[in-house]
């Protein structure tokens, strides 16, 4: 088994990180982590995760965190999308032709993690979630991710239950206590991008939140 975080973001590629990425893989080796994927904002690699791949002799993919009308996507297998690009349905039409594999990222978070935030009742329900159009065009889900409340990671988890999704998990870091706060475990061996994007059509792989129950309230990271 390996246990990768999926989810990372750095100050050379995302302007809202604060993680140096030469402290990158350190950081990740501190947590236990057998790889990690860089994720930056956009639709365009940065080339990043092979140089510290190669410089520092670690598991570091890459991908990209891409924005369309349905939420944020995780996409891998890529170098890069057109910037053209921002339906959800065009995006799994132009990614499933160039056999890359896409992730919805923390699905819920304006609608359970932002409520509790703000001391609200969460007004979303299992069956409205289970509708979204979303959920018929990614690979998996990201049930676990290091920003979402227990409570939305929860309802993530028993959402892809329901819908037969799998289920990622990703720190999606932006501060260096972050890196594997969250994390995907997979069955068998990851070796490079090539590896990850056929375990995920595969389905061999699940969520992780590792985090203590301090760091699962929805304010701990903005404390």
């Known amino acids: 088994m390996m246990k990768l975080d999926l989810h990372v973001h750095t100050n050379a590629g995302s302007g809202d990180s604060m993680i140096d990425y030469r402290d990158l893989v350190d950081l990740a080796r501190k947590a236990g982590l057998d790889g990690l994927c860089l994720t930056e904002h956009g639709m365009q690699k940065t080339g990043l995760g092979e140089k510290l791949a190669r410089e520092y002799d670690f598991l570091v993919i ?13 996409i891998f297998g890529l170098e890069s999308l057109p910037r053209s690009l921002y339906r959800a349905a065009d995006m799994r039409q132009y990614v499933e032709k160039h056999g890359g594999v896409m992730i919805a990222a923390h699905p819920f978070r304006s609608e359970i993690t932002r409520c509790l935030q ?106």
Request: glycine share 8%.
């Open 118 to 223: 703000l001391k609200t009742t969460p007004k979303l329900t299992m069956e409205q979630a289970c509708c979204r159009p979303v959920f018929h065009l990614v690979d998996a889900v990201e049930a676990a991710n290091g920003w979402s409340a227990a409570e939305d990671v929860d309802f993530c988890f028993s959402l892809c239950a329901q819908i037969g999704k799998h289920t990622t998990g990703g720190s999606d870091a932006h501060m260096s206590r972050q890196v594997g706060c969250c994390a995907t475990i997979f069955e068998n061996t990851i070796r490079n991008e090539q590896d990850l994007v056929a375990e995920i059509k595969l389905g061999r792989f699940h969520g992780l939140d590792c985090r203590s129950q301090e760091q699962k309230t929805a304010t701990y990271w903005f404390s």
């Open 62 to 74: 890459e991908g990209m965190e891409a924005g369309t009308e349905l939420g944020d996507i995780l």
